[in-house]
């Protein structure tokens, strides 16, 4: 295309300011066709674009390791339980759950040490507590034929009772590995007391998920199921068994976090529920470029809807904006997003051709 | 028109052995009596019609045929093999494949992934990464041979026209069937360029002998042009058995008349 215009111009010299016209719009298309394709780009502007308001507004006390870090500190939750969540939503389903997989793993990991289990194994048992929640919703899902949005409601408050009965209503502490006895050794370190290990395992798994949906078999079945789910179960896509998975690799994703935030924060309190947890990470997934239409979606996008969300909290309370402004700002940006996405979605479909 | 470098035309084996035989099958969903005792025969390398109104059975019969509907009784033989197929990838393994009418694209997915849908070329071993190259080069070349015009392999089915996606469909399933190939309706929709595509697509298999199909069409000019013989399904039953060249359009609908009369007085002596 850069090579057309040239060529154009130099055989018929007169037509030049058709020829740059021409090149000018063949330039935004080509940008357009980014934006449409690229989903995760108009949420980085936009949180590149709020980090650079609350630098300016707020200068080194927003930029700063502290701030930043409580900025990441929003965001690594509800950034690994919308990674999960993506797959999900790119099949046409919905994990309502996640967020109390999230809570409920680490109580799961403590109740197992007090029992005299090593921390090592009381982890592993606690992520496999966690991919069988995962395989329940799934399997009721799809077996009997009840949509996921209530199986996971449901199974959100099994989880939530499930805690307040166990944990006899009292905070649990110290966490196994938690920096609060003594200071944090390596291991400690890496699966949370270390200030930054939380979003760098998000940001791991993010990679490894956008892997998985983008270069593997396992995602082109989901993208599959989600697109069309008759067509996809004609062409010979196992369309039950994906579904199944990818709760499973959702409630996974969001037990292992959960650990790790247990050991960041150093104790766990029964009355967290998760369905506050949840509902900002469906929304990081909207605000990242995931429909809930089915058939498209990007990891990425939800990582970064999740940063988005940090640090709008962060900076808007560092800037002396009530908490409450938050909540106004979150829902305008989140719808913003989702119409953007449908527009986006109709322009792909009527753009004939690539 | 077609371009595809096949070798020279092998003769159809003649074998005793039917590629596909039905027995007595019956299938009801509910109280809905849909076949009442399918017997069908599919020989070697032959192209079959099957013909009826709306609701006689032809479509449940593909279905179970190609695995994703299971019979209630009655026998499936392929290749003097008894089988049951319990899932559509267990019918594939058989070397069946099947274009629905109700066109099987992901429209999210591009070309390329389409075409392969099912039958992803991966790497690494266990890990099932895509080989998306060798994936898009293969589809690049594999639409040219067949004629099958798409923008790129890239573009996303949604992106294509209704022809298109049906002449994509259709390729998939022609590329991957090693032994039948089922046809529901795959010329619903279509304008006069792509049935003329996807009728010269079925001819250049059926002449490569290597696999014999069945076509579901309502489109008389395009069954006589395309098959061997041709079924007609009244009531959930095979009534009429003909070949195409020991046949004719106007003898077909006698046949198909009488039959439907002899049916009705049934009904009404049964009434009676």
């Known amino acids: 295309m850069q090579s057309g215009a040239p060529t154009h111009s130099a055989v018929a010299p007169a037509a030049e300011p058709p020829g740059q016209q021409r090149e000018a719009a063949s330039i935004s298309r080509r940008v357009l066709r980014l934006f449409l394709y690229q989903r995760e780009l108009t949420p980085v502007l936009i949180t590149v674009g709020l980090f650079a308001y609350f630098t300016i507004r707020a200068g080194s006390t927003f930029t700063d390791s502290l701030s930043l870090s409580s900025a990441s500190g929003y965001a690594g939750p509800i950034g690994a339980i919308a990674v999960g969540e993506v797959l999900l939503l790119v099949l046409a389903e919905i994990d309502l759950s996640a967020g109390q997989v999230f809570l409920f793993a680490p109580w799961v990991e403590y109740w197992m040490h007090n029992l005299g289990v090593p921390i090592a194994l009381s982890i592993l048992v606690a992520l496999a507590v966690c991919c069988g929640v995962g395989a329940i919703n799934g399997l009721i899902t799809v077996r009997l034929n009840v949509p996921s949005f209530v199986t996971t409601l449901a199974m959100n408050f099994v989880l939530f009772g499930l805690v307040l009965i166990y944990s006899d209503m009292t905070q649990a502490t110290p966490i196994p590995l938690s920096a609060s006895n003594g200071s944090p050794n390596f291991s400690s370190k890496f699966m949370g007391a270390w200030l930054w290990s939380e979003i760098l395992w998000v940001l791991v798994i993010t990679i490894l998920v956008t892997v998985v949906l983008t270069r593997t078999r396992f995602g082109v079945r989901i993208i599959a199921t989600g697109g069309n789910l008759l067509g996809a179960a004609e062409a010979g896509v196992p369309v039950r068994r994906v579904k199944v998975w990818a709760f499973v690799l959702c409630s996974f994703l969001a037990g292992l976090v959960g650990i790790v935030d247990a050991v960041k924060y150093g104790s766990l309190d029964p009355g967290n529920f998760g369905v506050d947890y949840i509902l900002y990470a469906v929304g990081a997934c909207v605000i990242g470029g995931t429909a809930l239409t089915g058939g498209r979606g990007t990891v990425i996008g939800a990582f970064i809807g999740a940063i988005l969300i940090g640090i709008l909290e962060d900076g808007l309370t560092l800037i002396g904006v009530s908490t409450n402004d938050f909540y106004v700002w979150v829902g305008v940006v989140i719808i913003f997003a989702m119409a953007l996405n449908a527009q986006f979605d109709r322009l792909i479909a009527r753009s004939r051709g690539a | ?272």
């Open chain 2, 1 to 272: 028109m077609s371009v595809r470098p096949t070798e020279p035309t092998p003769p159809a084996p003649i074998s005793a052995e039917p590629a596909l035989e039905v027995r007595g099958v019956t299938k009801r969903f509910g109280a809905l009596v849909v076949l009442r005792g399918i017997d069908l025969v599919l020989r070697q390398g032959e192209v079959l019609g099957l013909v009826g109104d709306n609701g006689a059975g032809k479509s449940t019969l593909v279905k179970i045929l190609s695995g994703f509907h299971q019979q209630d009784a009655g026998d499936v033989i392929v290749g003097g093999e008894r089988v049951r197929f319990h899932s559509v990838g267990a019918a594939r393994a058989h070397g069946i494949e099947t274009v629905y009418q109700d066109l099987a694209l992901i429209p999210q997915l591009p070309v390329y992934l389409n075409l392969f849908l099912g039958h992803e070329v991966t790497k690494l071993g266990p890990l099932r990464f895509l080989d998306k190259g060798s994936m898009r080069k293969l589809s690049r070349q594999y639409l040219d041979d067949i004629n099958v015009h798409v923008p790129s392999v890239d573009a996303e089915a949604v992106q294509l026209s209704g022809g298109q996606r049906q002449a994509v469909a259709v390729a998939r399933s022609v590329r991957a069937a090693t032994k039948i190939l089922l046809l529901d309706e795959p010329l619903a929709a279509m304008g006069a360029r792509e049935s003329r595509l996807i009728i010269d697509l079925v001819k250049d298999l059926a002449k490569s002998g290597r696999v014999s199909i069945i076509v579901i069409d309502h489109n008389y000019a395009h069954l006589f042009e395309l098959c061997d013989r041709i079924n007609v399904m009244q009531g959930g039953r095979i009534t009429i058995d003909q070949q195409v060249h020991e046949t004719s359009l106007e003898t077909l609908t006698e046949l198909m008349i009488s039959s439907y009369r002899s049916q009705l007085e049934e009904i009404s002596s049964d009434d009676a």
